[in-house]
């Protein structure tokens, strides 16, 4: 482990050039129809449907690094159709479960989607449709997964959604000793997520979307951005900075920036691979409280994300994506420990930010302004921004050319809920969360049996996710 690259935004990032970058940074004002204030993927996708919608609009993104520097470009790669969102949370403003299932449905179809923009275009980002699983190693972890499948297909998802797996039947997709079983689902795919972003900015500028690189938003006023180079006047501002919203001014407890880690393996040889199979590419994760979620790169490595230090005073970001030493030596030591048949090598560590709203649910909301300007803002996927941001985005597009659609209606089209509390409680009460996790499955492991630890259950409370 010692001398890997340790930051650099990310593997995905480090390893691959953007084809079109660096772009220049903003450097006079101008006027536009709608400005976007972030270039990941809420922000471009939201670009992308704009221009479809209405051709030859002057669209304006800005950047205060560069194309998927944030959570965008430093995700697992997983575009899943797992659940977005706290369901009895969405159901709040009076929505019926119907509707809920609906937006859920959406969900899967964006899986099949969004693959199919790129391949119809002759974009390779690395795309295999594996579907996930998630697999369980103790009684526990058992216990909770088919109670997890049960609450699905009370919810109205079928066998063709989500099943449970033997334990012969998970092994036999992927070799990881000790077994108990497995829930897996069609509804994911694994892909590249540096690709995706840079296939999707060239989308973007060959509709005319101008981006705007290393130009920071130092102000949002109604009808305007400003940055160090120039300013952009237009009538709808897109706020689309998800994880990072909490560096604006006056934003700080909007959204919590919860770190997610990650470490990749040098490529696996093919006796390696024979070892632990995995031929069909699955997005994998686990079913500890401690969680971990994994994928088969395309070039054979092994790359793998986990919670190491999940918050920082103050809502602090990270520095280009550095991850501490003792998160790094954990995680290599999650992976290693779930393939011990084999030897692993690693190649890069990083960490990412994401937007987690205080009833850990996303929001698309439209507010507005004086002189009769409009602000979208969207965000707070918790974990599940690949997918969950290009439905967003393509919700926004339709709120911002005003029209009635399904998914205007839909249960993710809300305010922005309630703040989080203020320092120290924030700090506090994010790491009391997932110390409470480490404890429960560490009490888990040592006891065994189904039950889930006590320490689960308030972690979960504390949360508000129970």
Known sequence: MTGMPNGHGS????????????????????????????????????????????????????????????ASGRNGGWLSGKTVGQRRRLLAAGHSAAEALAMERRVFDAVREVPEIFERAGKDV??????????????????????????????????????LLSAQEAAGRVNVPGIRGAAYSPHAVRLHPAKLMYALAEFCEEAGVRIFEQSRAEEIAPGMCRTAGGSVRAPVT?????????????????????????????????????????EAAECMS????????????????????????????????????????????????????LFPQVRLSFAHSWCGVLGVTRDWSPFIDVQAQHGGTRLVRLGGYAGQGVTAAYLAARTAADLIAGEDTELTRSTWVRPLPRRWEPEPLRWAGANAIYKLYRMADHAERGRGGTATSSFALLGHKLAGRS
């Open 286 to 337: 686990g079913a500890q409280h401690m969680y971990f979620y994994a994928q088969r790169t395309a070039d054979g490595r092994i790359a793998m994300g986990g919670r190491g230090k999940p918050y920082r005073w103050g809502s602090a970001l990270d520095e280009d994506g550095a991850l501490d030493p003792r998160t790094v030596e954990q995680l290599c030591r999650t992976l290693q420990d």
């Open 11 to 70: 593997f995905w990032l480090h390893s691959v050039p953007d084809p079109r970058g660096p772009r220049p940074a903003l450097g006079e004002d101008l006027d536009a129809d709608v400005v976007i204030v972030g270039a990941g993927l809420s922000g471009l996708w939201t670009a992308y449907w704009h221009a479809r919608r209405a051709p030859g609009s002057r669209i304006v993104v800005l950047e205060q690094e560069r194309v998927g520097y944030g």
């Open 126 to 163: 690395d795309a295999v449709r594996g579907g996930w699983m998630q697999i369980a190693r103790s009684e526990s972890e058992l216990a909770r997964m088919r109670e997890y499948v049960r609450a699905e297909r009370a919810w109205g998802l079928g066998e063709e959604d989500i099943t």
């Open 238 to 278: 897109v706020l689309a900075t998800e994880g990072y919203t909490a560096a604006l001014p006056g934003r700080r407890r909007e959204l919590l920036p919860m770190l997610s880690s990650m470490v990749v393996t040098d490529p696996l040889s093919p006796d390696q691979w024979e070892r632990i199979g995995w």
